[in-house]
T-cell receptor
Framework: GAGVSQTPSNKVTEKGKYVELRCDPI?????LYWYRQSLGQGPEFLIY????????DSGLPNDRFFAVRPEGSVSTLKIQRTERGDSAVYLC?????????????FGPGTRLTVT | AQSVAQPEDQVNVAEGNPLTVKCTYS??????LFWYVQYPNRGLQFLLK????DNLVKGSYGFEAEFNKSQTSFHLKKPSALVSDSALYFC?????????????WGAGTKLIIKP
């Protein structure tokens, strides 16, 4: 079956611009996660959704970052007034459930470069 | 506090030799343990997990991992390494008891298999 997909695969933007990153999870997965990964490091948690609601957004670095999942499937991560420090690979993952032993399935990521 | 340690930044193994990538963890209760692999410019792929039961867990691509409760370790192993196994490997843990759903990630170990 289809895995997690993310678009675009690469995004180059100028400092100060607004960007949207999209994630399409595996069908039937209720939990969706956003992570940020810098080169050679492990994933840094940003936010997770259970259904339509953002159950925990404690990992979002500041109020320039926002994410939505209006119909409980596709999610969009939105970054306002981008800064060079936002440059990273943004990973999306989904899982059948949130708690317990459920593994997460990751998309290929969106490489964001802020110039 | 929950934590995961991958004590080796890089592991070098000759093709055909056995490999081990180390992981130790700290949780307050019993752990759910996971291994993921990341190939260059790709998202993270789930390899295997330990939930309960047999301490030796078998996963994808011929990998296995051994859970050792007394040593709080979950080392990844493969009897005979392939050049194609060269990648970045991440260990992650979730506490069975703690209601925190988040996976705690190690910093990753770069595995290099030389022909």
């Amino acid at each position: 079956g289809a895995g997690v997909s993310q678009t675009p695969s690469n995004k180059v933007t100028e400092k100060g611009k607004y960007v949207e990153l999209r994630c399409d999870p595996i069908s039937g997965h209720t939990a969706l996660y956003w992570y940020r990964q810098s080169l050679g490091q492990g994933p840094e948690f940003l936010i997770y959704f259970q259904g339509t609601g953002a159950a925990d957004d404690s990992g979002l670095p500041n109020d320039r970052f926002f994410a939505v999942r209006p119909e409980g499937s596709v999610s969009t991560l939105k970054i306002q007034r981008t800064e060079r420090g936002d440059s990273a690979v943004y990973l999306c993952a989904s899982s059948v459930g949130v708690f317990g032993a459920y593994e997460q399935y990751f998309g290929p990521g969106t490489r964001l470069t802020v110039t | 506090a929950q934590s995961v340690a991958q004590p080796e930044d890089q592991v070098n193994v000759a093709e055909g030799n056995p490999l081990t990538v180390k992981c130790t963890y700290s949780v307050s209760g019993n752990p759910y343990l996971f291994w993921y692999v990341q190939y260059p410019n790709r998202g993270l792929q789930f390899l295997l997990k330990y939930i309960t039961g047999d301490n030796l867990v078998k996963g994808s691509y011929g990998f296995e991992a051994e859970f050792n409760k007394s040593q709080t370790s979950f080392h990844l192993k493969k009897p005979s390494a392939l050049v194609s196994d060269s990648a970045l490997y991440f260990c992650a843990v979730r506490d069975m008891v703690d209601s925190n759903y988040q996976l705690i990630w190690g910093a990753g170990t770069k595995l290099i298999i030389k022909p």
